[in-house]
């Protein structure tokens, strides 16, 4: 893991080194082994950063890496990378036979060579997790690539002179001059669907490489976009019983797992008390001979309906795995809230204190790698409560997208945009369609069956915003977050599935079926995740009242202040439930009074 910046000036004004180190800086968290940068003078003037997290290739691989040695010297290109690339050995192989030289064992160099070989196709040839900075001198332009789900984020920005800046972080972008000023769509999108989607962020001018998408930025301002990997489902009617899919699945879900775990440094996994992450704890307990070290979240006081200790703890002990709980009581929650937005950038995808506090105590127990069981749900079908009344919308896109966007708006309804939103926001919110952006997102999924549909949907909206909040807060303590459930070995065959297995009355019939074979039967139902309780209306209360009644809160002109006050006592009255919609607002405040009103930055 790294964070990684860059600044090209087409114009040719210098890039000045002190503000490639601010950006480096602002997100040190993410590479504590070293940094290193590269400044390039003449038109244009080019200047990249890294600072490092060394997990494999310790000794080598340092960066910014060019390809300046041997018979590519003319090429010029300079690199700066983060992620982890699983097949660069079977790359390494296959470049060396066309005649690349190799100087270091990293994948770094790896990623170099293969757009040297083959140009803009080379992110198509990498099986990862990876955000990619590609300066080529010789045909003038800025490549930009990120891996197919998105698990490691990158972010753009170019002023008004045409100066771009790029970076594992916003953070990093503002300590280089960019402005924090709020995006109004974005925010409307946020309080709508408790995310943001495509490309846009709650920073005005601050744009995420797609996920999946390879781009080109060139002095004449001209921006082209490529998108290289897509999830896929193309079901395939399989002469195989259902044991030996499941046999199948398992011997890719453990091959993902093995290689993904390696590592020369101490590796740890999240924990839950269902199905998900403890299959890949079982399956890193095998690859490992030192015990793994598991975390699960508990929360003080405790929520019957949301505790998942204990079945944690009993396949913990069944692994013989070092287990962690981590308690959260609700003092922690709202303490840690200034932390955790700061070091998101911005507030997506519901509560991550969780994550945050999580994250902290792995650290604090020396582990640099944490194996995480995103994706899961998204491959395999697991919210039928969601997904299986698709099926009703089989023969009719229009209502499948109308039906689904109901199901996905979690907070302010579009009714009640006038009620809530203020000023320029409220100008925003006229123009924003919920419905078509939902339906945008769908459009290449449009003639699958509707659990495809909308698994692809889940897939390239909350995944892609968890996977985002994951890499930030475990980032956040120097560690890597990795998602064997995203390998291509499991993608590769989820997207081949029919609808009947991943469907089912608790979801995911396949995956469940697969787990028989080596989870107890207690981790066989329903999860429920690292989701805090609602304790926004007794145990917090006070707290509540006095960040989002206070007169900096209502004053702020984004949103209505009658908004807000109403939603605030009809939950703590018990009148109505709105605790998304508070974890939301209490977010954006955190995030204002951070980013836009200059609040000094929790330590």
């Known amino acids: 893991m790294c964070g990684i910046a860059g600044i090209i000036d087409w114009s040719g004004r210098p890039v ?23 400044i390039l003078p003449g038109r244009p003037s080019v200047g990249l950063g890294v600072c490092r997290l060394a997990i494999v290739d310790r000794d080598g691989g340092e960066q910014p890496m060019s390809d300046s040695a041997g018979e590519y010297r003319a090429l010029r290109t300079w690199i700066a990378f983060n992620g982890e690339v699983y097949n660069y050995r079977e790359l390494r192989a296959e470049l060396r036979s066309l005649g690349h030289d190799f100087r270091t064992d990293s994948d770094t160099e790896v990623v170099l060579q293969a757009y040297a070989a083959w140009g803009l196709d080379f992110a198509a040839r990498l099986e990862g997790m990876f ?12 490549v930009l690539a990120r891996d197919q789900f998105g698990i490691k984020p990158l972010y753009w920005s170019q002023d008004m002179l045409g100066r771009v800046y790029v970076a594992s972080e916003i953070k990093a972008l503002l300590a280089a001059g960019v402005t924090a000023r709020p995006d109004p769509t974005s925010v409307v999108e946020y309080f709508t669907l408790q995310n943001m989607l495509g490309t846009r962020t709650m920073f005005s001018g601050v744009q995420l490489v797609a996920p999946g998408h390879v781009g080109v930025i060139d002095a004449y301002g001209c921006q082209e976009w490529r998108q290289y990997a897509d999830l896929r489902f193309a079901p395939v009617e399989r002469s195989e019983g259902l044991d030996e899919q499941a046999e199948c699945l398992l011997a890719r879900l453990y091959a993902a797992v093995e290689r993904q775990s390696r590592s020369e440094r101490r590796v740890g996994a999240f924990l839950s008390g269902g199905l998900d992450s403890p299959l890949i704890a079982r399956f890193a307990s095998r690859a490992h001979a030192t015990p793994l070290t598991c975390y699960t979240a508990s929360y003080d006081p405790p929520e019957l309906a949301l505790d998942e200790t204990e079945a944690a703890t009993r396949l913990a002990g069944t692994i013989g795995a070092e287990h962690h709980l981590v308690r959260i009581t609700p003092e922690m929650l709202l303490a840690r809230l200034p932390a955790t937005i ?3 950038d911005e507030p997506r995808v519901g509560p991550s204190v969780q994550n945050d506090l999580v994250a902290q105590a792995a650290a604090q127990d020396g582990v640099t790698v944490m194996l995480s069981g995103a994706g899961a749900d998204e491959l395999f079908g697991g919210y039928p409560w969601r997904h299986n009344p698709a099926s009703r919308h089989a023969g009719n896109h229009a209502a499948f997208v109308r039906w689904y966007t109901e199901r996905w708006t979690r907070g302010v309804k579009p009714a009640e945009y006038g009620r809530f939103f203020a000023g320029d926001v409220l100008k925003a919110a006229h123009d924003h ?5 939902v339906s945008n997102v769908l459009e290449p999924a449009r003639d699958w069956h509707p659990l495809h549909r909308a698994l692809y949907f889940d897939a390239q909206t909350f995944l892609a915003g968890l996977l985002i909040v994951e890499d930030k807060l475990t980032a956040a303590h120097g560690l890597e977050t990795r998602v064997p459930y995203l390998d291509p070995l ?12 991943a469907g089912g009355q608790d979801g995911k019939r396949l995956l469940r079926h697969a787990a028989r074979a080596v989870l107890p039967p207690r981790n066989l139902v329903g999860k429920t995740g690292f989701v805090p309780p609602d304790w926004w209306r007794v145990h917090l209360a006070g707290a509540v009242r006095e960040l989002l009644l206070s007169s900096r809160t209502l004053e702020r002109g984004l949103l209505q202040p009658e908004a807000i006050t109403r939603v605030v006592r009809e939950h703590q009255d018990g009148l109505s439930s709105h605790a998304r919609l508070l974890w939301s607002l209490l977010s954006f405040e955190t995030w204002c009074r951070l980013y836009l009103d200059g609040d000094v930055v929790p330590s």
């Open 433 to 437: 369609n919920p419905r078509r952006a």
């Open 342 to 344: 700061w070091h998101l």
């Open 16 to 38: 000045e080194v002190e503000t490639v180190r601010a950006m480096l800086h602002a997100q040190a968290h993410r590479g504590p082994d070293g940094v290193g940068m590269g």
């Open 131 to 142: 955000a990619v900075i590609i300066w080529d001198a010789v045909l003038k332009r800025l």
């Open 490 to 501: 499991v993608t590769s065959y989820a997207e081949t599935l029919t609808p009947w297995m």
